[in-house]
């Protein structure tokens, strides 16, 4: 698949570098092309992807992967272009993170709306699926990193667009279906988005960030 991946980051990189290591077509966008973050990971990978703009990257993907900073993305997706954006499953994993107070970072937006809604009512054409956001980049892409069933959510007001993104996250990465939750429509993702603050302070106590949610049922 021709796929975009916004954002030069370690999630940026991570994802865009699995998915060539899959033998997709990536482009990687920014907001110039040829930042040295964008060259340092096209080189990783042996050349076998491109650099792009925000907004030539979304026209080259067939579906687009949200990987810019939180406080920024919606920054980022106007400079993608809504045209750009149309009709195309836009995998949100952002999280809108202000760390302009320092740490610990606290959230742009949260408890009656969050970053998923905000860029689903800006681009209502697109098919917004929040997923990914509540794990580490090095889990996103291997689970298996954490021994044992461990639960990813998703998204999204579409349905058809939610079923895709679930089995891309098993086909690409390795998520179980058993292990994704589908969480129905988009505002879901003010409590994915909220988990930020627990899951930093985890962060803080444990010194790493390789952990992840197991969801125990009782017994009926
Ligand atoms: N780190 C993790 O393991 C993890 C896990 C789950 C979710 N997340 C979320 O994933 C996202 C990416 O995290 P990250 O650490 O990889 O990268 P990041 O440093 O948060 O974001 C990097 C990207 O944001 C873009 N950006 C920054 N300021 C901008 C602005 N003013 N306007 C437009 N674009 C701007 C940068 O563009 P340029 O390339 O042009 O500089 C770059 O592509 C974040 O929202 C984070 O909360 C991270």
């Known amino acids: 698949m021709k796929i975009a991946v916004l954002g030069t980051g370690m999630v940026g990189k991570t ?22 973050a964008g060259q340092e990971w096209l080189k990783s990978v042996g050349g076998k992807g491109k ?29 993608a272009g809504a045209a750009n954006l149309r009709r195309k499953i836009l995998i949100h994993v952002s999280n809108p993170l202000d760390f ?30 929040k997923a990914l956001n509540t794990v580490a980049c090095a889990l996103m892409v291997q689970p298996s990193l954490a021994p044992g069933g461990h639960h990813l959510f998703i998204c999204g007001n579409d349905a058809k667009a939610r079923d895709k993104v679930a089995g891309w996250l098993s086909e690409w990465f390795g998520w179980t279906s ?7 429509d988009i505002t879901g ?28 049922f009782p017994n009926k």
Request: with cysteine.
């Open 51 to 79: 650099l792009a703009t925000f907004a030539d990257a979304a026209a080259f993907g067939e579906v687009v992967f949200d990987c810019t900073n939180g406080a920024n993305s919606l920054a980022a997706l106007r400079q």
């Open 15 to 36: 994802l865009a570098t699995k998915l060539v290591q899959l033998g997709h077509q990536v482009a990687m966008g920014s907001r110039t092309a040829d930042g040295d």
């Open 100 to 129: 302009s107070k320092g740490m610990p970072p606290t959230l742009t937006v949260c408890n009656t709306d969050s970053l998923g809604e905000q860029v689903q009512r800006e681009f209502p054409d697109t098919l917004v699926v």
């Open 189 to 216: 993702a003010r409590g994915m988005e909220m988990w930020m603050a627990l899951w930093l302070r985890l962060y803080g106590k444990f010194g790493h960030p390789q952990f992840n949610l197991r969801l125990i």
């Open 178 to 184: 058993g292990d994704i939750i589908d969480l129905g």
